[in-house]
């Protein structure tokens, strides 16, 4: 059984940073590509950064240049390091897991990010 666990998330300033982490355990055939969403309240959840074995890294435009996505491949875990945050970066980031074909999707159970003065 595959399992996502997020952690990291919580209260911080505009313009400061935070780490999130992504444990996970299970089908190793399930980790191809790893990444991370977000939803806010109100909004469709979204991309946010998303990085495959095969060495391709997307990133949602909005986050360009402040967030990167960073994977331990060996120990299948993966991280978002954000920077530079900003109010309109308040959500629920969620862990994302895939295997290479897109069959096997898996999601963790959300941390929260507020980024509030």
């Known amino acids: 059984q595959v399992q996502l666990v997020e952690s990291g998330g919580g209260l911080v300033q505009p313009g400061g940073s935070l780490r999130l982490s992504c444990a996970t355990s299970g089908s190793i055939f399930s980790f191809y590509v790893m990444g991370w969403y977000r939803q806010a309240p109100g909004k469709q959840r979204e991309l946010v950064a998303l990085n495959s074995l095969g060495g391709t890294t997307n990133y949602a435009d909005s986050v360009k240049d402040r967030f990167t996505i960073s994977r331990d491949s060996a120990k299948n875990t993966v991280h978002l390091q954000m920077s530079s945050l900003k109010p309109e970066d308040t959500a629920v980031y969620y862990c994302?897991?895939?295997?290479?074909?897109?069959?096997?999707?898996?999601w963790g159970q959300g941390t929260q990010v507020t980024v509030s003065s």
């Open positions: 994302n897991s895939n295997s290479r074909y897109g069959n096997l999707q898996h």
